[in-house]
């Protein structure tokens, strides 16, 4: 699944800038839907969040800890790196790259209209979603659902009575988005208390059904009424996109088979694909026409090529360098806790300040009955 929607979203990003660059359509631009790939990570996150939480005692800094490193260092050097290549190569209409207030919020993923890296903005959703998680779910299961439940009501009522907040923060905050997760959370909920579901490849057809009717729906509207006439409002993508992804994780978590190599492989690539292959297609595009290769790749069999390689490359950047970051960040966090814990043995560690307080909160134990 993971694979599925990374590969989706670079689809989409590509069929555009391949346009731009060689006039060419793409596939019949049948992957300008493909940016509903970032409607299936939604629930996934929400779905993997929620599971993983449940096994065994929560503890929040830990789970802090492990977000922060799964999301921020691999997402920083691609930001640094950017940056850099503006300085060295500056674009006319990228100057809000070294715009300090864009530089700031790209890096804390503060919510912003601007980002260094475009796919950032979906970060920003991930990290709010893992504070409200963090902050409800250390009492109990059912705090968070019922913290979640009125952040969702909040959300349809702005909906339904047309509430348009100005801030930046509260439009990000309460964009229907945001559900998605509930959708993943949800589907972790279900899976714990039904080992066996007979429903599942039923359910998961229908998602797959429901899927290529809302693509087409989407490709025949962009198309005669332009994009922005596609999305009428913003629930339109939650139950065009949104309810079919949580259809489909759900029927996908029971299967039983093997799964290709190749599709586990992309999976574990898939953060580094989703952040580097807009980098890395603008890259290729520019090479092919500096040599002059438009010829090779400005058509269908090119453009497969092309988007093989971005695959393969992320593949080579997650192995060579996400993996190796990630570890070489969790070693040193492991040796600041091991030193911290010695300080608190030995009564060297401070007796208050945040740090000291998230240390110190009990842990509660979710088991699976809990919300019987």
């Given amino acids: 699944m993971r694979a599925f929607a990374a590969i989706c979203v670079m689809l989409f990003h590509g069929t555009q800038m391949i346009a731009q660059t060689f006039h060419f359509t793409f596939a019949g631009n049948v992957f300008m839907a493909g940016f509903m790939g970032v409607d299936i990570f939604f629930v996934l996150s929400g779905f993997i969040i929620y599971y993983t939480s449940c096994e065994g005692l929560f503890d929040v800094t830990k789970f802090l800890q492990k977000r922060f490193v799964r999301v921020y260092p691999m997402y920083w050097i691609i930001t640094i790196l950017l940056i850099l290549l503006y300085l060295a190569a500056p674009v006319a209409n990228q100057s809000y790259k070294t715009d300090l207030g864009v530089v700031f919020r790209s890096f804390t993923l503060l919510p912003s209209t601007t980002y260094v890296l475009g796919v950032a903005w979906t970060l920003t959703y991930e990290i709010i979603f893992y504070l409200v998680f963090a902050f409800t779910f ?5 705090v968070f659902f019922r913290a979640f439940m009125g952040w969702s009501a909040v959300i349809i009522a702005c909906y339904l009575f047309k509430v348009q907040p100005s801030s930046i923060s509260l439009r990000t905050f309460l964009n229907p988005i945001v559900l998605e997760f509930g959708f993943g959370c949800c589907i972790a909920w279900f899976f714990f208390r039904h080992a066996a579901f007979k429903y599942a490849k039923p359910v998961f057809v229908a998602g797959t059904v429901l899927l290529i009717a809302a693509w087409s729906i989407y490709l025949y509207v962009a198309g005669k009424y332009g994009r922005d ?12 996109f949104g309810l079919p992804s949580a259809l489909l994780v759900l029927g996908a978590i029971y299967y039983k088979g093997a799964v290709a190599k190749i599709f586990t492989a992309i999976g574990d690539a898939s953060y580094s694909l989703y952040l580097i292959h807009g980098t890395l297609l603008s890259l290729f595009l520019k090479l092919t026409v500096k040599f002059h290769l438009t010829h090779l790749l400005g058509n269908l069999p090119g453009c497969i090529v092309l988007f093989t390689m971005v695959v393969a490359c992320s593949w080579l950047v997650h192995i ?9 960040v969790n070693a040193v966090l492991k040796r600041k806790t091991k030193v911290h814990e010695t300080g608190k043995k030995l009564g060297l560690a401070p007796p208050d300040g945040l740090s000291a307080s998230l240390e110190t909160t009990p842990a509660v134990s979710a088991p699976r009955t809990s919300l019987k």
């Fill in 229 to 240: 006439a596609a999305f009428s409002g913003s629930f339109d993508r939650v139950y065009l």
């Fill in 138 to 142: 250390v009492f109990s299961p059912k």
């Fill in 320 to 328: 060579w360098v996400e993996k190796p970051v990630v570890k070489q």
